[in-house]
């Protein structure tokens, strides 16, 4: 005897599944050819269908104002005509995929984009584009769970410098995530300020003013960029509670990667190698730094503006023609745990144990008076400076405030610095 619930289970499950089936038959795909209008798909179509528009060039303006997908086939071509945004979006749960978008207006006060992301404009994405010759690339403002992937972004290179956007802004937002995206010629790649919780990883970012201008933003991981020939590779700034791991800064002219008023973060396993200064490091305290490959910069770290109470430790700094650049009024300690590598380390390891016998000292009065007096270089091979640096060491006195190493490592941990040195 068959239960007398089961026709009712039954009927259930069965107005549930044909629930399901309408609800994905209404998602509707709308084919846009070359020589129709895009705007008018768009407007015509339904929350939750998707826009595919076929090979070919697009002059048009678009504003998004539903949830749907809008699809490139054959890298397909919208341009804005060198005239305001080219998309502009006015609803969540929007995505963008497969297409070229060029040619934005120049109006840095009306913020020109190839993408402007309105407020309210959650799970934005953005995916396998390439943006070209556009004042901003992307733009996100005060939305949630945004992702930017796998796009190819270039600014107006023909425009100075401050005259560019940037190719990705990110602004008051939370849960974004940047991943993989090729971005170069625009005024700083990734501009981020007064955001949380993001995720950068897997960017290249080159030929800008700033690899990222990053600000005001904590809870964040900047993991696996590359950033290089830049004028400032990573400047991150203002910022808590951050995680910097497995980048690699190289050719940028002024810094590697600065740490401008930071706190409560951790920067570990970067490689830093041949940019004007590795690490410029200012006003930062209680950071962890471990790891870190500091190889052929000008000057290897320039600690500045009371940049103390910091666990240093694990790192190898190797050919940098400055090793340190300070100047304070008292030392401060590094190498607290396991010591660092310093590759001008003159001491000696009578036991063998892999440590220094002597503490290392970044810098002496010598140091001190050729970043005082630059021309003092020119007499560096002098019997007097020589006679100089000799007695200073002999007496305290005499002595400048320096980085200590009380247990300065023997060996690299890196043991492949070469192939990083010889690029």
């Keep these: 005897m068959a239960h007398p619930r089961r026709p009712k289970l039954r009927a259930v499950v069965a107005a549930l599944l044909l629930g399901l089936v309408t609800a994905g038959a209404g998602a509707a795909v709308l084919p846009v050819a070359p020589g129709e209008s895009i705007a008018a798909a768009v407007s015509r179509a339904k929350a939750g269908d998707t826009v595919r528009v076929a090979a070919g060039e697009y002059l048009e303006h678009l504003l998004i104002?539903?949830?749907?997908?809008?699809?490139?086939?054959?890298?397909?071509?919208?341009?804005?005509?060198?005239?305001?945004?080219?998309?502009?979006?006015?609803?969540?749960?929007?995505?963008?995929?497969g297409l070229r978008i060029r040619d934005s207006g120049s109006d840095l006060t009306a913020q020109n984009a190839g993408i402007y992301f309105e407020p309210g404009s959650h799970r934005a994405a953005v995916r396998d584009c390439t943006l070209s010759y556009n004042l901003f690339g992307i733009w996100m403002e005060n939305l949630k769970d945004g992702r930017v992937e796998r796009n190819t972004i270039t600014g107006k290179r023909d425009l100075l410098s401050a005259a560019r956007g940037n190719g990705i802004q990110v602004y008051n937002t939370s849960g974004a995530k940047i991943i993989d995206n090729d971005i170069s010629f625009a005024r700083d790649g990734i501009y981020v300020d007064v955001s949380t919780d993001a995720l950068f990883r897997g960017n290249k970012i080159h030929d800008l003013r700033y690899g990222t201008h990053y600000m005001n933003t904590n809870h964040s991981t900047w993991e696996y960029n590359e950033s290089y020939r830049n004028r400032g590779g990573?400047?991150?700034m203002e910022v808590r509670h951050l995680i910097v791991r497995h980048n690699r800064a190289w050719g940028n002219s002024d810094h590697g990667i600065m740490l401008r008023t930071i706190e409560d973060s951790t920067i570990e396993d970067n490689v830093v190698?041949?940019?004007?200064?590795?690490?410029?490091?200012?006003?930062?305290?209680?950071?962890?730094?471990r790891r870190n490959l500091v190889v052929g910069n000008r000057v290897g770290v320039h600690l500045t503006a009371g940049s103390a109470n910091n666990?240093?430790?694990g790192n190898d700094f190797i050919g940098n023609q400055e090793q340190i650049k300070y100047v304070a009024s008292r030392d401060v300690q590094w190498?607290?745990?396991q010591g660092n590598y310093w590759s001008n380390y003159s001491g000696w390891d009578q036991n063998n144990d892999g440590i220094g016998d002597v503490a290392y000292e970044a810098n002496d009065v010598v140091d001190r008076l050729n970043w005082q007096y630059p021309l003092l270089k020119l007499l560096m091979t002098s019997p007097s400076v020589q006679t100089l640096r000799f007695v200073a060491r002999q007496f305290p006195v005499l002595r400048a405030p320096s980085i200590v190493d009380k247990h300065p490592r023997m060996r690299p941990a890196?043991?492949?610095?070469?192939?990083?040195?010889?690029?």
């Design 273 to 289: 190698q041949g940019n004007g200064r590795g690490f410029f490091i200012y006003d930062a305290e209680y950071n962890v730094l």
């Design 234 to 236: 990573l400047a991150l």
């Design 335 to 337: 190498g607290r745990t």
């Design 311 to 313: 666990l240093v430790d």
């Design 414 to 423: 890196h043991q492949d610095w070469r192939r990083w040195s010889e690029q």
């Design 65 to 97: 104002d539903k949830p749907l997908t809008l699809e490139g086939v054959g890298r397909a071509i919208i341009s804005g005509g060198q005239q305001g945004d080219v998309i502009r979006v006015r609803s969540a749960d929007v995505t963008i995929r």
